[in-house]
């Protein structure tokens, strides 16, 4: 599934050789996020991305998301016709967060769609994950291999160390990984300060 940013694409929709042009203004939200149900369009986002790592295909995982996500822009600005979007993700290691944001009449609200885990070997294929739990986990795994043992930073300093560490730190990401796409339960976790919160 892409994750995209309304609210930029509007922005681009609609300007002109960078001007903003007379004749298309971008349409503002009709509404606030107070309206709305996020938590269910959150757990369609969520349901989406469990559906492609269980193997589905994109089009038929994404169907129930998509067809919320076009009701919801319909309300918000009174059309659903936005084609071409621009994807959105953090960008932090181990672990991005990829978002699809709306703007409502009282700010911006963000779904998250799935994290992709870019501080995973190239041993493993599926490289993303689906809940703020697992994000967490990875995040997690990362952190306790990158200090070791000890649960020292390497030395600065030191090449060697900082090689090893980062080889323990993959290992970990990947262990967690394959654990996680292997149905393994990840508990709950508190906020690890990381892109996954």
Do not use: H
């Amino acid at each position: 599934m892409t994750a995209v940013t309304v609210g930029a694409f509007l922005a681009q929709k609609y300007t002109i050789g960078g001007e903003a042009s007379s004749e298309m203004p971008p349409p503002s939200p009709r509404i606030a996020s107070t309206q709305v149900d996020l938590v269910a369009l959150q757990e369609a986002a969520t349901e989406s991305c469990m559906c492609e790592r269980r193997g589905g295909s994109e089009e038929e995982c994404n169907a129930a998301y998509a067809s919320a996500r076009q009701a919801l822009l319909f309300k918000i600005y009174g059309t659903s016709q936005f084609d071409e979007m621009a994807a959105s993700a953090t960008a932090c290691a181990p672990v991005s967060t990829e978002i699809d944001c709306f703007e409502f009449t009282d700010g911006e609200r963000c779904i998250t769609t799935g994290f992709s885990v870019n501080g995973a070997s190239n041993d493993v294929e599926n490289r993303r994950v689906c809940t703020v739990n697992e994000a967490r986990a990875i995040e997690r795994a990362y952190e306790d291999g990158w200090l070791g043992e000890d649960g020292v930073e390497p030395d600065p300093n030191d090449e060697e160390e900082w090689r090893v560490a980062n080889e323990r730190a993959t290992g970990a990401v990947d262990d967690m990984l394959r654990r996680i796409l292997a149905g393994e339960p990840t508990p709950p976790r508190e906020p690890s300060g990381g892109c996954a919160g």
